[in-house]
């Protein structure tokens, strides 16, 4: 039986895959779950119809590869079906290990990144499949021998971000992040076993980093996104602490279960987690209220109802008279201790740079044949060096 069914994608149409098993990959329980995981964190508190999922956007990137695919094969280079396969299976998993809200809760559920534990869930999958994911983990990695395939997964012009900053802007209705893929995806080359684009998609490429640029200021670390997520994280870390500290009862939710530190063992975490989605967490928020504790309580009520805290983002890191103030006015509201009071408090700072010279450069393929950085080219417009704000976020005093 053909099971290659046709998607219809909000960005891309009518949309469909070469092989069998990445319907396979995608039925998978694992895959499945990316249904349930948030693309943009909480960034749908600032735009509304930011709703959208990490399973829709695997599935764009895992299209605009296709595309790729087809595009370098008609230029004379070899890339064999297995290859091929390869390229899309490891785009397809790029993002399985995401865990709730996506990058809002990295490291604060279990400490591991995001891309340890996608390789961790494709290697279990693999072994599910007889071992026909292995040239596709072997390009996720890194140690596919034709590096220009893992450049498409990840490097700073890769499938994935190409399809997020399409998929993130049609969704949150920020024009200024739209990208001229179709453009960029044709101009795709290789030289040297290196990913490349020819000359006449320089200003394509220009538009791109420069959306990218704003897509991170103006969406995902908008100042109501980092209030949001900076909330939600304490409340994790505050639960994990009275979960610890056996202040709360235990129960055997799966949140619960992967926030106990004496849960050691790689594969029951693993197995644990991939049971975990946004879903679990909105429900213990709701839920917060019985285990009466003021903090839990407060940070719950705020991300249910959107009470948001008081954020305040600047270039300068804060004085410290000026969080001592904020400290005192808070303990006269609340009448907490020094040590509650701290726990409402949230500092910290978000980084980001529209195109970074210091790691694997955009190369351009000129008409002579030569090939050089994107650097050589760009003009004032795109910023390359690393921007920071620092942000505080607290209760309203007044």
């Given amino acids: 039986m053909n099971r290659r069914k046709i ?9 469909s895959f070469p092989f069998e098993l990445l319907y396979d990959i995608i039925d998978h329980p694992s895959f499945q779950r990316l249904r349930r995981i948030s693309q943009m964190g909480l960034s749908t508190y600032v735009y509304p119809g930011a709703t959208h999922s990490r399973f829709s956007h695997a599935l764009g990137a895992l299209h605009l590869m296709t595309i790729a695919i087809q595009t370098l094969r008609s230029k004379g280079h070899d890339i064999s079906d297995e290859e091929y396969l ?18 809002a809760l990295e490291g604060i559920i279990i400490e591991d990144s995001h891309e340890n534990i996608s390789l961790q869930l494709m290697q279990v999958i693999n072994n599910e499949l007889n071992g026909q994911l292995s040239t596709g983990i072997s390009i996720f990695k890194g140690q596919y021998h034709k590096k220009f395939l893992t ?16 998929r993130d802007s049609y969704f949150s209705g920020v024009a200024e992040g739209v990208i001229g893929y179709k453009r960029i995806l044709s101009m795709l080359n290789v030289v040297d076993n290196q990913l490349v684009v020819e000359e006449k998609g320089i200003f394509s490429i220009e538009k791109f980093l420069v959306s990218r640029h704003i897509m991170y200021w103006q969406v995902y670390l908008h100042k109501t996104s980092i209030v949001a997520e900076q909330m939600l994280k304490s409340y994790l870390i505050r639960l994990k602490e009275l979960v610890n500290s056996n202040k709360i009862g235990f129960n055997q939710s799966v949140l619960l279960t992967l926030l106990r530190s004496k849960l050691s063992d790689k594969a029951n975490i693993l197995s644990s987690f991939i049971k975990l989605d946004d879903v679990d967490v909105y429900h213990n928020l709701k839920i917060a209220g019985n285990f009466a504790d003021p903090i839990l309580e407060l940070l719950s009520k705020g991300i249910l109802n959107r009470q948001l805290f008081k954020v305040i983002l600047q270039k300068a890191s804060f004085e410290e008279d000026f969080v ?56 004032i417009l795109v910023n390359v060096n690393e921007i920071t704000k620092h942000y505080m976020c607290f209760p309203k005093i007044n």
């Fill in 7 to 15: 998607i219809n994608d909000p960005i891309y149409g009518l949309i």
């Fill in 324 to 379: 001592n103030n904020i400290h005192s006015e808070l303990q006269n509201k609340f009448g907490f201790n020094d040590e509650l009071i701290e726990k409402l408090i949230l500092t910290g700072s978000e980084k980001s740079r529209a195109y970074n010279t210091d790691y694997q450069e955009i190369n351009i393929l000129k008409k002579n044949g030569s090939v050089k950085p994107i650097s050589d080219f760009l003009d």
């Fill in 86 to 103: 390869g390229a899309c299976v490891a785009i397809l998993l790029h993002d399985i290990g995401h865990g709730p809200f996506s990058h």
């Fill in 151 to 166: 450049q498409l997964v990840s490097s700073q012009l890769d499938v994935d971000r190409m399809d997020y900053l399409t």
